[in-house]
């Protein structure tokens, strides 16, 4: 585990962990407060994330952005990640061996942070974070605490742009996030 930003990231440029690095343009290593209390995680990068460098900047973040802005979360207060940090050819989901091999990076980036709350953005995000017997439709808006985080799986925002009914769900969600972090900081 690296202690500082710089020597983490440092480490992660010329990564070769898994065959991901092979295809990739950039590496989306994550962006926002590097000292938030509320992190946000997703799948991996998609073709726009890939070609800019950042997390959720294609049609699922704009998405993204505008549920922030309903719920007044603001994209630069809050942390977000991937589980991988290369784009899996063609917006498949990473395969267990890309996961493993990425999420040491992902675990160094949660100590570094020190989020109160983890938002984790669908099913991969789900499996890959708190284990493969959780599922997102059964967790989703269920808090789920562990080791002193508070986790809250939500649909991936690419999902809402597939069912237009899981915008609700999604905003409620960010709501009850909302709601957790102000209650922690009040106590
Ligand atoms: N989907 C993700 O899971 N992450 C991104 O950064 C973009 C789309």
């Known amino acids: 585990m690296y202690k500082t930003w710089e020597d983490l990231e440092k480490s992660i440029i010329n990564c070769q962990k898994c065959k991901l690095c092979k295809q990739r343009q950039n590496i989306v290593f994550g962006t926002g407060n590097k000292e938030a209390d509320i992190m946000f995680i997703g799948e991996g990068p998609g ?3 890939d070609r800019l460098g950042e997390p959720f900047v294609g049609r699922a973040g704009k998405l993204m952005n505008m549920a922030f802005d309903v719920v007044g979360i603001k994209r630069e207060e ?3 990640a991937n589980v991988v940090k290369c784009r899996p050819p ?3 989901n990473p395969e ?4 493993n091999s990425c999420l040491d990076y992902l675990r160094n980036q949660v100590i570094l942070v020190k989020p109160k709350i983890i938002v984790l953005l669908g099913s991969v995000a789900l ?3 708190l284990g493969k017997e959780y599922g997102i439709t059964a967790s989703r808006g269920k808090i789920i ?3 002193g985080i508070i986790y809250i799986p939500t649909w991936h925002p690419a999902a809402l742009l597939r ?3 899981k915008k609700v769900d999604f905003i409620r969600d960010l709501q009850k996030v909302l709601n957790e972090y102000k209650m922690l900081r009040d106590k």
């Open 47 to 49: 073709a726009d994330e």
């Open 78 to 80: 809050v942390y977000i």
């Open 90 to 92: 063609g917006n498949r």
């Open 96 to 99: 267990d061996d890309e996961a």
């Open 127 to 129: 499996k890959n974070i």
């Open 145 to 147: 605490e562990k080791k």
């Open 163 to 165: 069912d237009e009914n």
